[in-house]
């Protein structure tokens, strides 16, 4: 199915959903968060990596351009209101602003307001009537963490893991673009029994031995929001009617216990 979502600024975006989302109803809100849920705040890069250029970015549907000056990381729509070039293409001719490529409108990048349009004249009487949307944005813990909302923004500690303030925590990771619906692969980390069969014969699992299946309740954790998978019991070895044992056993492996694993808002993944 080719469906159409609009966004809260009037964009429309296309995007293939396929499978089981077609006329699933049983989570409308999780079904209609085809570009993700708003309200919420987003890791959506390495603090490292932006430097003096800017960074272009599709996030949520929208084209996003970040960039950094005197050390504050800003972002602002990547589209200028005059003709639509990508932003990101532009230049810094003042301290404060952004100027696009193609007629030199120039944006402050804290408010995204228009305070000069070049080519028009210092007495330009579009300037102030103009704009982009800015981004809230924030860098902590190495990330910069943007906001997928309008209005005030709760405070950014209230969506970060405690696990990531731990006093023995190191934050490491790898950000890659893929193609494809985000609940997809959310529900991937959360599936509980792909592991069992897809990776059984993985090189890491040379010698151990992965239950055959388990028995799981998906309950609240006692850490909310977390929701976490609890084992009730695990099987190695069963015998399926009419066809015989599985798994078959291998002499050199050991048996290995299921991971906890948990899941919470906006779709964030425990191990
Ligand atoms: Fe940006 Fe004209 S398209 S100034």
């Not at 330009?124 to 209005?151: D, F, H, M, Q």
């Not at 056993?249 to 906890?260: I, P, Y």
Request: glycine share 10%.
């Amino acid at each position: 199915m080719h469906a159409k979502s609009s966004g809260p600024d009037g964009h429309t975006f296309e995007r293939q959903i396929t499978g089981i989302r077609e006329g699933s109803t049983r989570f409308p809100r999780y079904d209609a968060a085809v570009l993700g849920f708003e309200g919420y705040w987003y890791p959506v890069m390495w603090s490292r990596k932006l430097r003096s250029k800017p960074v272009a970015l599709q996030l949520f549907g929208r084209d996003i351009m970040f960039i950094r000056e005197h050390g504050k990381a800003y972002a602002l729509e990547n589209r200028c209101p005059h003709r639509g070039v990508p932003l990101s293409l532009g230049k810094r001719e003042f301290a404060g602003t952004w100027t696009c490529r193609y007629h030199g409108w120039t944006f402050d990048v804290k408010s995204g307001v228009l305070v000069a349009a070049l080519t028009d004249g210092p007495d330009s009487p579009i300037c102030g009537k103009a704009s982009v949307r800015t981004y809230a944005l924030k860098e902590r813990l190495g990330l910069i963490w943007l906001y997928n909302g309008t209005g005030e923004p709760p405070p950014l500690e209230t969506h970060l893991p405690q696990e990531f303030f731990h006093p023995e925590a190191t934050i490491v990771g790898r950000i890659t673009d893929r193609r494809g619906d985000w609940r997809y692969a959310a529900e991937n980390g959360f599936d509980e029994g792909h592991a069992k069969y897809l990776h059984r014969n993985a090189a890491m699992m040379f010698f151990l031995l992965m239950p055959g299946y388990s028995r799981v309740n998906v309950e609240p954790d006692d850490e909310a929001p977390w929701v976490t998978r609890k084992v009730q019991s695990v099987e190695f070895e069963s015998e399926y009617p009419g066809l015989g044992k599985w798994p078959r056993r291998a002499f050199w492996k050991r048996k290995r216990r299921g991971a906890r694993v948990s899941i919470r808002m906006p779709g964030l993944l425990r191990v």
